[in-house]
């Protein structure tokens, strides 16, 4: 029940961290280093601006399923939780995604109190 509620809240204050303080947060020119200066995001969108070049190539969703596919990588590996456990909590909370940090323990207290199996 724990990562059935915390794991997609915790996966959305990470995403929100990276956007928002690590990505935003300006690298500082280094001694002997020949490295970019400036903000993260900014250098990877704007490579030319800071005497770089976009060296990467656009991939599709398509491309993405073709090469799973034939690893064998999706097999087994899109849940964290049993389907029969998954279910029983999707009866009682649908929608983890919209659950804010500061109510993850009530959803989680909410959830072990209706919880059957």
């Known amino acids: 029940m724990l990562a059935y509620v915390y794991i997609p809240v915790t996966q959305k204050e990470l995403d929100v961290l990276r956007v928002s303080v690590w990505n935003a ?6 001694k002997g280093k020949e490295l970019p200066v400036g903000v993260p995001e900014h250098i990877y969108t704007c490579s030319e601006r800071h005497d770089g070049e976009k060296c ?6 398509e491309q993405l399923r073709e090469v799973a596919e034939l690893a064998n990588i999706l097999d087994g590996t ?10 029983e909590c999707q009866r009682h909370s649908r929608n983890t995604e ?11 207290l909410y959830l072990k109190s209706r919880f059957s199996m």
Do not use: K, M, S, Y
């Open 25 to 30: 947060q300006g690298i500082c020119n280094q």
């Open 56 to 61: 990467g190539f656009a991939v599709t969703e």
């Open 78 to 87: 899109d849940d964290f939780l049993l389907e029969d456990f998954r279910q």
């Open 98 to 108: 919209d659950i804010e940090p500061d109510h993850a323990p009530n959803a989680f």
